[in-house]
């Protein structure tokens, strides 16, 4: 009588990179079982899929980078059946223990599903929120760029000639942009009609900027108000607020568990700095900083202009604690008020068309 040999769940790890992909495959007990590098496209995905099939049950894969360079495999492996975890570096000290390579990459992401560390779900990356992420990074690269423009314009500026500089040098960047756009080159020397054409250039990089923000920030106002109406009419929150919140929470609201777990990702969560008889908690300086930044903005909005907070700001202040404690105090504060706003907004936005 033959003997079925009976299949077993299995586990696979993925480390992630931009035109190649690892995959180690290890059983319930942590044995490597098969170690295969796939390329970055979709025949590449089902075989790595088969392939890890082949060993057993395959039913949880945990990849690195599933916001980035694993997000395509993450979304195969999802429409497949297939259970998803996001998966972070590993340590740097169990890095210098062991040395780093791709496939031991790899299996380091398929032990921490099945040790039970990696628990993350990753961002569905699919609906209206993934949209103001797009405009997100192209926003902030152009104010970036748009910084940089005024900056190299009034240095040029500040060591010009005399003449030059009492003309251009303006304190506000629109009346110096614009007079630079209103230069004239006549019987100049070479320096200043370099000059001058290098100055208009700059100008009409920094308009041509200012309008592509104009653009961008009314994208990002509609898509505010279609995924955030709740949140938008919390005090403080404007749409590139609403925005960096959502983009932290992800498209699929079931990712966050309570309000903690929110904190925990924008960087607000409290940490433990007590030292003998000195109880205290200290900044936390992990999480997305950009969306701890919004949290930042909200916070001193409503510092200059809400009652509520500035009552609560003047308390503290007479029981002893620093500003940096009541700013702390007050992100944690406003993510506990905006996680059930956001947790309606997203659920909304995943049932609309």
Known sequence: MVKVKELVEVVLGVDTHLDVHVGVVIDPVGRVLGTRSIETCTDGYQALLEWAHSFGFLLRAGIEGTGTYGAGLARHLQEAGIEVLEVNRPDRARRRRRGKNDPTDAENAARAVLSGEASARPKAQSGVVEAMRAVNVARRSAVKARTQTLNQLRGLLVSAPQTLREQLLKPKAAACVAACLALETGDDSMLLQTLKSTLRLLARRWQALTEELHELDAALDRLAQQAAPSLVTRFGVGAQTAATLLVTAGDNPGRLRNDAALAALCGV?????????????????????????????????????????????????????????????????????????????????????
């Open 269 to 353: 969560s409290p940490l433990e700095a007590s030292s003998g008889k000195v109880i205290r908690h200290r900044l936390n300086r992990g999480g997305d900083r950009q969306a701890n930044n919004a949290l930042w903005t909200i916070a001193m909005v409503r510092m200059r202009s809400e009652p509520r907070t500035r009552a609560y700001v003047e308390r503290r202040t007479q029981e002893g604690r620093s500003t940096k404690e009541i700013h702390r105090c007050l992100k944690r504060y406003i993510v506990r008020e905006l996680y059930p706003l956001i947790i309606k907004d997203l659920q909304a936005a995943s049932t609309s068309p």
